[in-house]
């Protein structure tokens, strides 16, 4: 009876932790590049089935209004709007791509891209966008401007970069936890975490 009762409470814990890393599903980023150089975003939250939206102009985050949604050709296709406007914006979604019908007809691309962010000393916050695999971009806080990264060297699971114009390496190792580890030059670590 004792080895059951343990059975059973091991068996609660782990459905509680499941329950716990489900409820705490990350959102993921998707990202449109405008041609005026500015960046929209929309954010899709799993574990409530909804979108939010912002941009690099007004980074204050917006939740979509679900209205409906239907599968189309086999693509999942969800109408949405803005709370207190009647617009209807329809997204297509395939893949790790994201299409978006605005209410004019025009259309936009939204393409998946994890962001990472390491905190420094001084109030300093530097950032990694990966927009898809063997690409990385950085930037930080005192900085917006977006630098692409060189791959030079080393393996898919720890790519080595370089700063376009700059003969400095740095090695990026994929952790278990989902954080990136960035060996600098200097032989100092620091690590680059999921940023929502």
Excluded at 75 to 80: F, G, H, Q, S, Y
């Amino acid at each position: 009876m004792k080895t059951i009762t343990n059975l059973l409470f091991i068996l609660c814990l782990m459905a509680i932790t499941f329950g716990q890393s489900y409820a705490q599903a990350p959102a993921m980023r998707m990202v449109t590049k405008n041609t005026n150089g500015t960046e929209e975003y929309l954010y899709y939250h799993p574990q409530g089935d909804y979108y939010v939206y912002s941009s690099s102009t007004r980074p204050k985050r917006i939740k979509l209004t679900n209205v409906r949604e239907s599968i189309i050709n086999g693509l999942k296709t969800k109408v949405v709007k803005f709370p207190g406007n009647n617009a209807l914006y329809k997204l297509v979604i395939g893949g790790s791509n994201l299409t978006c019908i605005n209410p004019n007809g025009s259309r936009q691309e939204f393409i998946l891209e994890e962001k990472m962010a390491s905190k420094g000393k001084n109030g300093l916050i530097e950032y990694l966008y990966i927009p898809g695999p063997g690409v990385f971009y950085y930037n930080n806080n005192r900085n917006r401007r977006k630098i692409e990264l060189k791959i030079v060297g080393g393996s898919q699971a720890a790519p080595v970069v370089q700063f376009p114009g700059s003969p400095k390496r740095y090695t990026l190792t994929y952790v278990i936890d989902g954080s990136i580890m960035c060996k600098n030059p200097d032989g100092s670590v620091q690590y680059f975490k999921k940023d929502y």
